[in-house]
């Protein structure tokens, strides 16, 4: 047996909304910014409001984690994303949360000290995917929804890393952050933070009868 030290993180999706989840009783709270979040439609707090929000939180002796999880192009790696992330951590960031697997090298390289959760849309389904990840340096594992209590169980007894599942909230119709639905009827990806849900829109089967 082994000691279990529990974190209910809540998701936020303004300075609002941040406030309340700490209010509230959250241990940690991850926000997206102005770029390179999943949500690129909430109301993601700016710059300066979300430096705010890292005083606060820390304020309150809680912690913080900024997600970059989705897929970034090359030029952006290279002349946006340390510009981007820097005057968090420089406040202090607790965490950042990432998907792609060069967001995840860029930000051990540059930006030492600073934990990096592998997001949900990694589809870690088992173990050796976590240690892989463990590897590369990530020091927490978000694993995929779609995982029963002893899939999850089974990578925590051979990982060293943090676990991290959900337990409320909607889950993708594929796996987790890997369905185009999206991107072939709207033309919006969901790996580039602009899933428009259609998966939850009411449809009707219709069926063709030949005579």
Not at 98 to 116: A, H, R, S, T
Not at 124 to 152: H, M, P, W
Not at 198 to 210: A, G, T
Request: negative net charge; hydrophobic residues 40%.
């Amino acid at each position: 047996m082994y000691d279990i030290d529990v974190e209910i993180l809540a998701p936020a999706g303004s300075y609002e909304s941040i406030k309340a989840a700490i209010n509230a009783g959250a241990d940690a709270v991850y926000v997206g910014g102005s770029k390179f979040g999943a949500r690129a439609y909430a109301d993601n707090p700016q710059e300066d409001m979300l430096l705010e929000a890292i005083d606060y939180v820390h304020l309150h002796n809680k912690k913080i984690y900024l997600t970059v999880n989705t897929l970034l192009k090359s030029k952006e790696l290279k002349n946006e994303l340390y510009e981007y992330i820097l005057p968090y951590y420089t406040r202090g960031l607790d965490a950042v949360i990432v998907q792609d697997l060069g967001v995840l090298k860029f930000v051990k390289e540059n930006f030492p000290g600073l934990d990096i959760h592998a997001s949900t849309q990694m589809v870690i389904t088992g173990y050796d995917g976590a240690k892989l990840l463990e590897e590369l340096g990530a020091t927490r594992i978000v694993t995929a929804r779609e995982l029963s209590f002893e899939e999850i169980k089974e990578i925590r007894n051979n990982c060293n890393v943090e676990i991290e599942s959900f337990v409320h909230g909607a889950l993708c119709y594929c796996y987790s952050g890997q369905c185009l639905m999206s991107s072939m009827f709207g033309g919006r990806s969901g790996n580039r933070g602009r899933c428009a849900q259609p998966c939850r829109l009411p449809y009707d089967v219709k069926i063709k009868v030949e005579y």
